[in-house]
């Protein structure tokens, strides 16, 4: 076949992550003896308690289509989570579940991007940011961040960086692949620019919970028009179950929901 395929294609790299852990699980099944560092995941199993619900969610024959923004009670446990958690009144209708937060990225750049609009983010920062923005025909905006910013964007490297045809930032906190945290303030700030430039911030909060000398703030906390996006993998040892979640406001709910019910059809149940 002489056809090329389509030209995104060309700006879409390869997941190196993704590479090196299959290159490991072969050389694994071949007896090699594998220390697993590649990817962020646990070394230990879903813990039981988890194993043993989803096991009786299986007998009692719950393998059925979903609603496309996920089982009701999931989302009403979110909740509960941020309430216990956080101290935070989460609506459940704003509570999108996700087929990992790599869904809940697609879904965010679907409803943000227009073809050609950016979005700021780090470098270094999660590379496949970039590569679901491209696939939209938007584009990642690189900001180069050192130690001298704790490798975060803030509002002042934001303001400098924004283009006329960025729509909004993303960030996250505690950062992948550094682990550095925004104070509140930070995120209060950075907010506020978006605000101000008529953009969007998302906030990538897939790493609260593992953190050790401050509890990281979340951006719920500030405002209900910024973007969560959270996932089950990290926190609580679920990588392979593939389910995450996306806070988002009020209004963008019924557009997310279409999107997902023609991505996705419904989530894992």
């Given at each position: 076949?002489?056809?090329?395929?389509?030209?995104?294609?060309?700006?879409?790299?390869?997941?190196?992550?993704?590479?090196?852990?299959?290159?490991?699980?072969?050389?694994?099944?071949?007896?090699?003896?594998?220390?697993?560092?590649?990817?962020?995941?646990?070394?230990?199993?879903?813990?039981?308690?988890?194993?043993?619900?989803?096991?009786?969610?299986?007998?009692?024959?719950?393998?059925?289509?979903?609603?496309?923004?996920?089982?009701?009670?999931?989302?009403?446990?979110?909740?509960?989570?941020?309430?216990?958690?956080?101290?935070?009144?989460?609506?459940?209708?704003?509570?999108?579940?996700?087929?990992?937060?790599?869904?809940?990225?697609?879904?965010?750049?679907?409803?943000?991007?227009?073809?050609?609009?950016?979005?700021?983010?780090?470098?270094?920062?999660?590379?496949?940011?970039?590569?679901?923005?491209?696939?939209?025909?938007?584009?990642?905006?690189?900001?180069?961040?050192?130690?001298?910013?704790r490798?975060?964007?803030?509002?002042?490297?934001?303001?400098?960086?924004?283009?006329?045809?960025?729509?909004?930032?993303?960030v996250?906190s505690?950062?992948?692949?550094?682990?550095?945290?925004?104070?509140?303030?930070?995120?209060?700030?950075?907010?506020?620019?978006?605000?101000?430039?008529?953009?969007y911030?998302?906030?990538?909060?897939?790493?609260?919970?593992?953190?050790?000398?401050?509890?990281?703030?979340?951006?719920?906390?500030?405002?209900?028009?910024?973007?969560?996006?959270?996932?089950?993998?990290?926190?609580?040892?679920?990588?392979?179950?593939?389910?995450?979640?996306?806070?988002?406001?009020p209004?963008?709910?019924?557009?997310?929901?279409?999107?997902?019910?023609?991505?996705?059809?419904?989530?894992?149940?």
């Amino acid at each position: 076949m002489t056809r090329p395929y389509a030209r995104r294609l060309q700006d879409i790299e390869p997941f190196r992550v993704v590479e090196v852990l299959t290159r490991a699980k072969q050389l694994a099944a071949a007896g090699r003896d594998i220390v697993r560092l590649e990817a962020g995941e646990p070394d230990f199993s879903t813990a039981e308690p988890i194993v043993r619900a989803a096991q009786a969610a299986l007998a009692r024959g719950e393998t059925h289509y979903s609603q496309a923004a996920g089982i009701p009670e999931l989302r009403e446990a979110i909740a509960n989570y941020y309430k216990t958690d956080y101290n935070l009144a989460i609506a459940p209708e704003r509570i999108m579940i996700t087929p990992g937060a790599s869904g809940a990225l697609l879904l965010i750049s679907g409803l943000l991007l227009n073809p050609g609009d950016g979005i700021l983010m780090t470098d270094p920062g999660y590379p496949c940011n970039r590569n679901f923005f491209r696939l939209v025909e938007g584009e990642g905006q690189l900001v180069p961040v050192g130690p001298q910013d704790r490798y975060q964007l803030t509002a002042e490297k934001a303001a400098a960086a924004w283009r006329e045809n960025t729509v909004g930032a993303i960030v996250a906190s505690p950062a992948n692949p550094t682990g550095e945290i925004l104070t509140e303030q930070e995120l209060r700030d950075l907010y506020s620019l978006c605000e101000r430039k008529d953009g969007y911030l998302i906030v990538d909060e897939i790493y609260h919970g593992l953190d050790y000398d401050e509890k990281a703030a979340s951006i719920l906390s500030i405002t209900d028009q910024a973007f969560v996006i959270n996932s089950f993998s990290k926190y609580f040892g679920m990588t392979g179950w593939r389910l995450g979640w996306l806070v988002a406001p009020p209004d963008a709910v019924p557009h997310l929901e279409k999107l997902a019910q023609n991505l996705f059809i419904s989530m894992s149940t």
